[in-house]
């Protein structure tokens, strides 16, 4: 455990631990917080962080160009599955791009912030998650619980979080070691995990269009199929019919 720095609150674990990178600390240092005050999801959104929750960032400096690693979320996404299945006996699913799924709810969810160089290589990246483990149904607001859910809730056990954290973090270097040498066989399994594939969904942006999500490809974008078009979905959010609210 000596790679994981722990602290009781934080303004943001990823804010924590660019700093940390920034001042030079190695790939795979870690920092979890029992509660963060400012949390960060994507594109902007706050995520709220309460104690009982697990919020880990891991700096990781991959060797090579950014350009290569388009794919280090969803990679970071099936090695997360695989460290909640290892510890807690459950398999969640992904929602394409970032988020943990379990019983059609979010359980968790990834920010990637990379730091590139000028030549494009990359400096480190900070990969956070924040997964909901301890709290019960019943610490979340009637609108969030339609919506989100937590380990306890799924399983009935309380969850170690710093011994899930430690695995997290171990399989998040070894997945980083191996995400291009490995990338077909880690994108194959995302594929598979992915509960985003052959549903409708509803791309958003500034024309947001319905449309069928067909496959994911080697570098993470969604392929969809609309009105007999097909189109790659790169970045940005989709909502998945029959996930978290959206009929
Ligand atoms: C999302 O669902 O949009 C991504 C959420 C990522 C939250 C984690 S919690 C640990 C790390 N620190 C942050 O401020 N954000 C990430």
């Known amino acids: 455990m000596e790679n994981v720095i722990l602290l009781d609150s934080v303004t943001s674990t990823n804010d924590h631990a660019k700093n940390l990178a920034a ?9 979890l917080a029992r509660q963060q005050t400012a949390g960060r999801g994507r594109m902007g959104r706050s995520f709220l962080s309460p104690e009982g929750g697990l919020y880990l960032s891991v700096i990781l400096r991959p060797q090579v160009p950014a350009a290569e690693l388009l794919h280090l979320t969803p990679v970071l996404a099936v090695s997360a599955c695989d460290a909640v299945e290892e510890v807690c006996g459950v398999r969640p699913g992904v929602k394409w791009i970032n988020d943990l799924v379990l019983e059609k709810k979010k359980l968790a969810g990834i920010l990637t912030e990379l730091s590139i160089r000028a030549d494009g290589s990359v400096d480190y990246a900070v990969c956070g998650i924040g997964m909901n483990c301890n709290a019960p149904d019943s610490a979340f607001s009637p609108d969030v619980r339609e919506l989100a859910t937590s380990l306890l809730a799924q399983t009935g056990r309380e969850t170690d979080v710093v011994c899930l ?27 598979r995990d992915c509960v985003t594939l052959g549903r409708q969904v509803r791309v958003l942006g500034k024309e947001p269009y319905e449309a069928t999500a067909l496959d994911v490809d080697d570098d993470g974008a969604l392929v969809v199929e609309t009105g007999g078009q097909m189109r790659r979905v790169q970045s940005g959010e989709v909502s998945v019919r029959g996930l978290w609210g959206y009929v």
């Open 23 to 31: 001042a030079g600390k190695p790939h795979g240092t870690a920092v």
């Open 165 to 191: 954290a430690e695995k997290l973090r171990q399989r998040w270097v070894q997945a980083c070691d191996t995400a291009i040498i490995s990338k077909t066989e880690h994108m194959d399994r995302y594929r």
